[in-house]
Structures are given as structure tokens and as C-alpha cells.
């Protein structure tokens, strides 16, 4: 992949994703393209910054599965510090923002790109055939059970709690995110559709927690080919793709295909796996659970290069920073707030307490 196809690609799909939210379309394509414009192209020009040029690239799948997961990072910390600003949040708020964003991110891209000599490149041989057909198999499969009729039934449950807080963020109620008593993904994303479309259904509502949740499952096939083989990565992600639990996740409004999808991509890079976990923990306290694997490959690491250990803290200190300023945006104003008092109880009392 190089810069004098890759930005202008990246340019292009941001044009077309303009026209269909600009012009009369379905909603499910006007939905499809505000998660591309604010999610897909800004996640793509930042892994091209951060590792696109590094000693050790990351594959073709892996490079576009980790700008799936940094998108979800993006479109919660844009809509969330744009939610900080005074009145409601309106569509053309919310286009402009973003597409500052993806202006700054593709100077920045082709300006690093001019001043070194290195392309973006990416490991790895070319996939073959029977390993396309089968992750092809796998997509359909798995897609068939998480996208047919997706607006199913009417919001239901937390589902409506979170997309009523949608609305109200619409509207400018300044602290409903900190009144929820959880991270303010399953808020901020059907917030970010319905400023862009103007609209919002129980389909198109559920459409970026069912695409996180598909992620995952191809998140899970890297990472299992990683670890041992493409196969076993296959086979794992296939038995997934028929768990009743993540099928149900991915059918509904909530933050646990998000946190799957970013729990399971937090390796090999520092500031990567930073943006990562902190979107997973802007979801949801689960993705505490992760710290245990983090803090041991973290050990190994230490321990593989003990005599380098002053070159790891430099290369840390920038994901510490990353991840702590994304958590901080939220969680500081969150803490701070009168309702956590209530919010700490209700934690440790009925989840922690109670199981």
C-alpha cells in the first residue's frame, strides 16, 4: 500500500460517504456511511501513522481489523468531547469535527510519508485460496446470523435506556452521559448516527455494535493464527460465530461487542493496544479483565528485554499518555460528578458484592 494510492482512496471513500449523507438515501446506507466517514477512514489514517511504517508492519487483515477497532476509539472520544460543547449536538457540529479530523490525520499521513524514505508497507505473503474462501465462508456464516433482520423487535430494555440518552444528548442535556452508570459507548454511537441522518431505527441503531461484534470474530481468527496456526484461528472464530451469547450481543444496543472487539485486538502495539483498551474501558468496566493478559505479555516483554528496559519505557510513555487522556476525558468529569456517589454503590453493591 502506498501513500499516492492509499490517501487519495481514503479521500475518495470520504467523498462518496458525504454524498449519501448529503443526498436522499436509504437510512441504512446513510448509517453505513457516517460509520465509514467517522469510524473506518480516521481509524485507517492512524494505524498508518502509528505502525504503518514501523520495523514490524502488521498484515493486510490486520491493518484494516485494527482500523475498525481505532474507529470505534474515534467516533466515542469525538462525539463524546463534541457533547461537551454548550447546546445540543447538531449534524453539521458533528461533520465538521470529524472532518477536520480526517483533513489534519491525511496531511499528517502524506507529510510523514514525503519526509522518509520507508512506504507504508505490510507483512506477510499473500493469503491463498482456501484460506480466503474460508475466512469468506466465515464472514457469510456469521454475518447471516448477526445482520438478518436486525431491526427485529422494538428497543427493549437497556436498549431504550440508551438510546433515549441518545436523543437526549441530541438535545443538549449536558450531563446524561454522566448519570449512566457505565461507559458512554452504547450512548454516543446511536448519538453519532442520529446527528448525521437526522434518523434512527432499531436497525440502523444496532448496526455498529453488530459490525464490532463481526469484527471480532476476524480479530479472533488473527489472533488465533498468531498464536498457533490459521486454522486454529479459523476454527475458533467459526464455533464463535454460533455462540448464542455474542449473537444476541451483536442484535443488541449495548457495549459488549465493542469490548470484545477491542479486548481482543490489544497486542503487539503499545499505542495501539492504549486507544484499544481505553475505548474498551469508555465501554464498560469488563474490559478490566484484560489487564491481566496485558500485564503478562507486558512481564514477558520486560523480562525478554531487560537490558533495553530504558527503550521501553520511552516507547510506553507515549501509550500511557494516549490511553490516559482518553479515559480522563470521560471519566475525571465522571467521577467528579454528584451522581457517582450513587453510581459507586450500585458498582459495588450489586455487581461486585452481589456477583
Known amino acids: 500500500m502506498k501513500p499516492a494510492t492509499f490517501i487519495p482512496a481514503i479521500l475518495l471513500a470520504a467523498v462518496v460517504a458525504h454524498a449519501l ?4 438515501a436509504p ?9 465509514v466517514l ?12 502509528l505502525v504503518g511504517r514501523s520495523d514490524a508492519p502488521p498484515s493486510l487483515a490486520e491493518f484494516w481489523l485494527f482500523a475498525v477497532g481505532v474507529g470505534y476509539a474515534v467516533m466515542v472520544v469525538g462525539v463524546l468531547l463534541l457533547s461537551y460543547l454548550p447546546g445540543g449536538l ?27 524514505d520507508r512506504a507504508l508497507t505490510h507483512t506477510g505473503s499473500p493469503p491463498s485460496p482456501l484460506m480466503v474462501a474460508g475466512l469468506l465462508g466465515l464472514l457469510l456464516v456469521a454475518g447471516l446470523l448477526r445482520f438478518t433482520n436486525l431491526g427485529y423487535a ?28 457505565k461507559g458512554p459507548t452504547e450512548i454516543v454511537l446511536p448519538a453519532l448516527l442520529l446527528a448525521l441522518t437526522g434518523h434512527i431505527n432499531e436497525m440502523t441503531a444496532r448496526l455498529a455494535f453488530a459490525l464490532a461484534n463481526l469484527a471480532a470474530l476476524g480479530a479472533v481468527w488473527l489472533l488465533g493464527s498468531r498464536l498457533f496456526t490459521p486454522l486454529a484461528g479459523w476454527i475458533a472464530a467459526f464455533i464463535l460465530a454460533f455462540e448464542g451469547h455474542l449473537i444476541a450481543f451483536a442484535r443488541f444496543v449495548q457495549y459488549q461487542s465493542v469490548v470484545l472487539l477491542t479486548s481482543v485486538l490489544v497486542a503487539r502495539y503499545l499505542t495501539l493496544a492504549a486507544i484499544l483498551w ?16 496485558v500485564a503478562v505479555l507486558t512481564g514477558a516483554i520486560l523480562w525478554q528485554r531487560r537490558m533495553a528496559w530504558r527503550a521501553l519505557v520511552r516507547a ?15 471519566y475525571i468529569p465522571y467521577v467528579l460528578h454528584p451522581s457517582f456517589e450513587s453510581t459507586a454503590t450500585y458498582l459495588v453493591d450489586q455487581r461486585f458484592v452481589a456477583g
Open 316 to 330: 510506553a510513555a507515549p501509550a500511557a499518555l494516549v490511553g490516559g487522556v482518553m479515559l480522563a476525558a470521560f
Open 21 to 24: 449523507l448529503l443526498m436522499p
Open 90 to 116: 447538531a449534524g453539521w457540529e458533528v461533520l465538521l469535527g470529524f472532518d477536520a479530523l480526517l483533513i489534519a490525520l491525511a496531511g499528517l499521513c502524506w507529510w510523514r510519508e514525503r519526509s522518509v
Open 154 to 181: 422494538e428497543f427493549h430494555g437497556d436498549e431504550a435506556r440508551g438510546v433515549l440518552r441518545a436523543v437526549a444528548v441530541i438535545q443538549g442535556y449536558e450531563d446524561v452521559l454522566l448519570l449512566h452508570k
Open 38 to 49: 467517522t469510524g473506518l477512514l480516521p481509524g485507517a489514517l492512524i494505524v498508518a501513522l
Open 278 to 293: 481505553g475505548v474498551g474501558l469508555l465501554s464498560h468496566y469488563d474490559a478490566l479483565a484484560t489487564a491481566v493478559p
Open 27 to 35: 437510512l441504512l446506507a446513510q448509517s453505513m456511511a457516517a460509520l
